[in-house]
């Protein structure tokens, strides 16, 4: 079975702070993905991942960047926290399957985040 | 603004029933409608997917029907039972996307002993 596995289930972070979400996955995927989870929002693509130190914005990547320097493991920064960042965050991964859709998206059980 | 809509937002049925969750979309770019299901405190998980080329797929007690002309796809789940009670969401990709998902808003099924 895949495994993604997320660091941190809940994090409580201040305004202002710089935020680390950590993301291991043990399948050998080259694809990862994060996403943000918000009520009657569904999930929202914030970065991708194809492969080892390439990224892709998503359709919210304003106030994020990303890490991808392993292959197993996709970091998530909030530069600066906002409260409108506080969120459940999602990671995933992927067999490549030379770009098309069809491999399923594998997710972490999600991290929690609350900017106060 | 999300380019998948989703609905209804939620909806409870007794045990036995059927649940049915509609999803429309606009961009004729996507050729890959998958239905992931969420727990409480889980991540989602893919249930069944469909492509354009046909109408319907059809896994154990859960259908996805396809309408391309309509750009409108549902999922049915027949005799649901409390262990369905879920979060459902419908998603689109694109051929050559790296399969990045557009998600629709999510519906919470509640399914009555």
């Known amino acids: 079975d895949v495994k993604v596995t997320q660091s941190s289930r809940y994090l409580v972070k201040r305004t202002g702070e710089k935020v680390f979400l950590e993301c291991v996955q043990d399948?050998?995927?080259?694809?990862m993905f994060w996403y943000r989870q918000d009520p009657g929002l569904g999930l929202r693509l914030i970065y991708f991942?194809?492969?080892?130190?390439?990224?892709e914005k998503g359709d919210i990547p304003e106030g994020y960047s990303v890490s991808r320097e392993k292959k197993e493991r996709f970091s998530l920064i909030l530069e600066s926290a906002s409260t409108n960042q506080t969120s459940m965050y999602l990671c995933?991964?992927?067999?490549?399957?030379?770009?098309?859709?069809?491999?399923?998206?594998?997710f972490g059980n999600g991290t929690r985040l609350t900017v106060t | 603004q999300q380019q998948v809509k989703q609905s209804p937002q939620s909806l409870i049925v007794q045990k036995g029933g059927i649940s049915i969750i509609n999803c429309a979309y606009e961009?004729?770019?996507?050729?890959?409608f998958p239905w992931y299901q969420q727990f409480p405190g889980k991540g989602p998980a893919l249930l069944i997917a469909?492509?354009?080329?046909?109408s319907e797929k059809k896994e154990g007690r859960f259908t996805i029907s396809f309408n391309k002309s309509a750009k409108q796809f549902s999922l049915h789940i027949m005799d649901s039972q409390p262990g369905d009670s879920a979060t459902y969401f419908c998603?689109?990709?694109?051929?050559?996307?790296?399969?990045?998902?557009?998600f629709g808003a999510g519906t919470q099924v509640v399914v009555t002993p």
């Open positions: 995933a991964s992927r067999v490549s399957r030379d770009r098309g859709p069809d491999s399923p998206l594998h």
């Open positions: 399948m050998d995927h080259e694809n």
């Open positions: 991942s194809y492969d080892v130190k390439m990224k």
């Open positions: 961009n004729t770019a996507f050729d890959y």
């Open positions: 469909i492509r354009p080329d046909v």
């Open positions: 998603a689109a990709s694109m051929r050559g996307g790296w399969g990045k998902l557009q």
